[in-house]
C-alpha cells in the first residue's frame, strides 16, 4: 500500500508531495492512508511509522531495521529512489522516476517551545497532523484507503483559497512560531501571483516589524535555499525575496547582483526544449549554478552546508567538472562521426547535456550539441520505413529495434544514400515470405431434397414487363392430330398400345388424343 500510494500522490505534481500513513480516519475510525500534494518539501529520512490497528485509535508502532529495508527495496522496485531521511520526523524523501519529489511521512503535531527553535514532534491522526500546517493550501489531504479513495479532506478550506488565489496561514502565531514561513509565504506569493490574505498580510507585517526573522533556524534556512532550485522560474522569486529583504537572511551577501541572470534565463528555456523532446533533467544543481554565480567560493560552501539534500551538494559541487569531462569527450576520437556523437550524448547524463548545452564555449561542441538537438533528430525522421515494409521487416521481428537504430545511425553518417543502397543493406534482415495458405478443400453437393407426396408445388417468380419494350407471346403448342384409318390390332405377344378416348373428352367434343405405336 505503501509504494502505491507514494506514486497516487505525486501522479499529478511536477515538484512536490506529502505522504502521511496514521491510524484513524476522519472519524478517527479504523486504519487509513491519506495523501496530501501540497507546495511545501522537506528534507531527510530514517525510521518509518506505520499504523498498528492492535493498539487502538492514534498509536503507532515504530518499524525494525528489517521492516525498513524492506520498505526501501518495495520504494526502489516501483522506481522510487530515497534520497535523504529525517529520524525527527519519520520521513522518507523520495525522487520518483520523471525528476518528481515525494515524502513519506507519519501524521504528527509538532509544537514549538521558542520562536525558532525546533519543534516537539509526537504521532498524531491526520487530522492533528493538518491542523499544525502552515498554510491552508497546505493543509488538504486524500484518502488512499480502497473503499474511500479521493476522499477529500479539507477542515480549513484550503480549496476555496485555491479558487481565490490567496495565501492564508491557518494561526495567528504562524510567523511567530517559525520565521521561515516569512520566506515561504513570500515564495508562494510570487510563484502562484497570489497575494496574501488581508490577516494573513496583517501578521506578515506585524512580524517583519518585530524582526522574527532574525530567529530562523539553520535548518529552515537550508530549507528555503533548497527550495529555490526548484521553482518553475527562480529568477523571479529571488528578486521578490530580495526586495522583501529576505535573501539576506538566507546569506548576507547574497543579492540579484550575484546571480547570472542571462545564464539562467537560457538554462530554463533549454529545460523546456528539452521536456518536450521526452527527456527530463534535474535543473536544480545547474539553477543554483547561476543563482550563486558570483558568489565567493567560501560563500558557496557555506550554503551547500545547510542544504539537506546531499545529492543535490554533491551535483552542484561536481557540475562544472563533469561539464568539461564531457566537453573533452565530444572533441576527442570518441565523438569523430555523427553516430558516435549521438550516442555519445544519449548515453550521458540529462543534466550534463543541459549544462553543457548552456555554457559551452567551444564552437565544436556547441554545433554538435545543436545538431543533436536539431538536425540529426529529423534525420530520424526519416527513417526506410516504406523500403522496410517492403522487405517484410516490421516492428513484430525480435531484431527491428536493433536494424533501425543501425539504419539510422548509417543515414547519419551518410551512409546510406539511395533507395538501391538501402535496399541491399536490409536485404539480409528480411524474413522468409509466409507460406501460401492451404487449398480450400470443397465438399460433395447435397443431393437434391424430395418433396413428400402432397406438397404444394413452388410458387414460380411472375416475370416483370420492361418499361418501354413489348414482351413476346408465349408460343402456344399445336394438338397433336389423330392417325387416320384404324389402329391395326395388336400381335400376340407385343406391347403395342392404344389409345383411349376418356369419356370426359367424348362429352366436350373433343377430338380424341392418340399415342403413336411404338
Known sequence: ???????????????????????????????????????????????????????GQ??????????????????????????????????LHLLLPGNVRAELSMARTERYEKTGKPPVVTPATILDDLRRRDFT?????????????????????????IEAKLVRVLHNYAFVEDPSRLIRATRFSARFHWPLEERTQARYESAKENNYIEHIS?????????????????????????????????????????????????????????????????PAPAVMHFLTARLSDKDIADMQKLIPRRDLVEGWRNLEDHAKEL????????AATPSRTWKLLSDARPEMVLFLTVTSKQQAVAQKLKNYFTKWRQVKQRLPLPEMIELRITPQLPEYSKVADDVFMLLLDGKL???????????????????????????????AMVAPAGTPPAAQPVPTKAKGKKQPEPVKPEPIKPPRGKPESAKPGSTAKVAHTSTAQKAAGRPKKAKSRK
Open 1 to 55: 500500500m505503501v509504494v502505491y500510494a507514494a506514486q497516487f500522490c505525486c501522479a499529478g505534481t511536477s515538484k512536490n508531495g506529502r505522504l502521511h500513513l496514521h491510524n484513524g480516519n476522519p472519524a478517527d475510525a479504523g486504519s487509513a492512508a491519506w495523501c496530501d500534494a501540497g507546495a511545501r518539501c522537506g528534507s531527510q529520512c530514517g525510521d518509518e511509522y506505520l499504523p498498528d490497528r492492535r493498539r
Open 58 to 91: 492514534g498509536h503507532h508502532q515504530r518499524i525494525s531495521d528489517s521492516r525498513s529495508i524492506k520498505l526501501q527495496k518495495e520504494l526502489e522496485k516501483a522506481g522510487a529512489r530515497v534520497s535523504a531521511a529525517d529520524e525527527d520526523t519519520k520521513t
Open 137 to 161: 493550501v497546505n493543509a488538504m489531504a486524500l484518502s488512499l484507503n480502497p473503499g474511500s479513495r479521493g476522499l477529500l479532506m479539507d477542515p480549513f478550506n484550503g480549496a476555496a483559497d
Open 218 to 282: 539553520d535548518e529552515g534556512i537550508g530549507r528555503e535555499i533548497e527550495q529555490l532550485a526548484y521553482e518553475d522560474d527562480p529568477l523571479n522569486v529571488v528578486r521578490t525575496l530580495e526586495k522583501e529583504e529576505w535573501l539576506k537572511a538566507l546569506h548576507p551577501h547574497w543579492g540579484t547582483a550575484k546571480v547570472d541572470a542571462n545564464g539562467l534565463a537560457q538554462l530554463m528555456k533549454t529545460r523546456q526544449q528539452m521536456n518536450e523532446m521526452g527527456y527530463a533533467p534535474d
Open 327 to 334: 566537453a573533452k569527450r565530444l572533441t576527442g576520437k570518441e
Open 417 to 447: 544514400r539511395s533507395r538501391t543502397q538501402i535496399l541491399k543493406y536490409l536485404k539480409p534482415f528480411s524474413p522468409p515470405p509466409p507460406p501460401p495458405p492451404p487449398p480450400v478443400r470443397r465438399g460433395r453437393a447435397a443431393k
